[in-house]
């Protein structure tokens, strides 16, 4: 344990070696605000420069009082506080900080630290607690992973916080390369006319890009219109998309509107544009060729300056192939391609957009769900997704329900998360898998009250396959 001078003669050195040869082009890196909290004039002069030096705006205040001020009137993304403060301890300043804003992070320091208190900062939401003069190699490494994680919440507080478009580009979450490269082709190709191919795996978010390639463009005054074209037979597609006058068909007693005409100086979105009949992609072709079509049963042409954005998760070059896509609308469709990533490779992004989950469900019905366990986190990280955003929504959503208190654990994960295939068998023992999965039914028939199709729902499972459960574990 270090006596008070013995830590300050430590810290003054690690500043004077720091200044020096801890130095970065801070011209290459946006200024962040950081606010310091310490009573000792001299230290807090001195840990404010060390942080300067490394690109970052200090704030300083020399009592919880003075601090607490500041945040309530700056933009404050991360707080270094001494535990010991004249009028309150930094410890139990956490509490107030994540009150005034959850998304800040905090970082105790302390000249006498205990495990009791590092328990009870974390318990109350700092980042870390750090020994002064013992850690002071690890306050700037620290600091920077505490910012990166403020920033994350930060624009999910925006999100839930903004009154701006619903459907912005800043609403898509997620830093890693993969999704930023995407949207930054999003963003240069959505204020042109340009027809829009969007690949990727079912669950991507596609409808989400087109809506904000729509949000960015010149069109946004008129709706954005979506259409799904695996939802309708090839009949019902014909006259979704093009319309017809009365008389065309029984039952057509008076003239319709199409979604390309409906969409007239707007954007129309067809996802899953793979399953439009040949039919109807020889009619889509001309559309995107000249504007002009022809309703059902009309000799008219029509023209619509509609702008397409198409979606699908399969490979069209290979149903070319097959003759079941026509090749020269593949490419005047993938005029401007933007493939967007699955879950699994960016998975730096899933512990942000399950956050940002958990505080929209939670607020939904109202619950005091707050944090993610890390082991939860973790497991959520390591698996596969599938089903990519998607499945992680409806995961959290469940989740979120089914929780007792503030924090999300790992038993309230479905039991596809503990199994292991990786050799292509399952390597969960038996015992553990059934005792798991029992009481997660538990868990579900007492959320939904005893209604096994709800809880069936909440599983994920039909309620064939939850009676059986019920029968197999003897569930009373």
Request: with cysteine; net charge neutral; aromatic share 8%.
């Amino acid at each position: 344990m270090l006596c008070k001078s013995a830590f300050k003669w430590r810290f003054l050195q690690f500043g004077t070696f720091l200044a020096y040869t801890d130095r970065i082009n801070i011209t290459d890196q946006k200024m962040q605000s950081i606010l310091i909290v310490e009573d000792e004039a001299r230290l807090l002069s001195l840990l404010a420069r060390i942080i300067e030096i490394d690109g970052y705006h200090v704030l300083k205040a020399q009592s919880a009082k003075a601090g607490i001020k500041l945040l309530e009137n700056e933009d404050v993304r991360v707080v270094i506080s001494d535990v010991q403060l004249p009028d309150e301890n930094g410890i139990e300043l956490v509490k107030r900080i994540k009150r005034i804003h959850s998304y800040i992070e905090v970082i105790n320091l302390t000249a006498f630290g205990s495990i009791k208190d590092s328990v009870r900062a974390m318990q109350n939401g700092a980042f870390d607690y750090l020994t002064k003069g013992d850690d002071n190699d690890k306050i700037l490494p620290l600091l920077r992973k505490a910012l990166a994680k403020a920033n994350h919440q930060f624009k999910t507080y925006q999100l839930e916080n903004t009154a701006a478009r619903p459907y912005s580009f800043e609403t898509i979450l997620g830093s890693s390369p993969a999704i930023i490269s995407a949207i930054d082709l999003a963003v240069k190709v959505s204020h042109t006319n340009t027809t829009v191919l969007l690949l990727g795996e079912t669950g991507t978010g596609k409808e989400v890009f087109a809506k904000a390639i729509h949000e960015e463009s010149d069109r946004k005054a008129n709706p954005f219109i979506a259409l799904n074209c695996s939802s309708f037979s090839s009949e019902l597609l014909n006259s979704e998309l093009f319309g017809y006058v009365a008389g065309a068909f029984t039952g057509a007693n008076k003239d319709k509107k199409g979604l390309i005409e409906e969409a007239n100086n707007s954007t129309l979105f067809l996802d899953e544009i793979g399953e439009l009949s040949l039919e109807l992609q020889a009619k889509l072709l001309r559309v995107l060729e000249d504007g002009t079509f022809h309703k059902i049963g009309d000799s008219k042409t029509t023209t619509s300056n509609v702008r397409i954005i198409a979606a699908t998760n399969k490979d069209l070059k290979q149903e070319i192939e097959h003759n079941k896509f026509r090749a020269d609308l593949f490419y005047r469709l993938s005029v401007f391609t933007i493939t967007l990533p699955p879950l699994r490779e960016r998975r730096d992004d899933i512990e942000m957009l399950a956050n940002y989950f958990l505080k929209r469900f939670a607020n939904k019905i109202n619950r005091s769900v707050i944090n993610m366990d890390p082991e939860f986190i973790k497991v959520l990280t390591g698996h596969e997704w599938k089903g990519n955003i998607r499945e992680l929504k409806n995961v959290i959503e469940r989740v979120v329900i089914l929780a007792n208190g503030e924090t999300l654990t790992t038993d309230l994960l479905p039991i596809e998360f503990f199994m292991h295939d990786n050799d292509g068998s399952d390597s969960t023992q038996p015992f553990n898998l059934s005792l798991i999965e029992s009481q997660f039914i538990k868990k579900a028939l007492y959320h939904a009250k005893g209604n096994k199709g709800e809880a069936a729902r909440l599983l994920g499972i039909s309620i064939s396959t939850l009676y059986r459960k019920i029968e197999e574990y003897k569930i009373v």
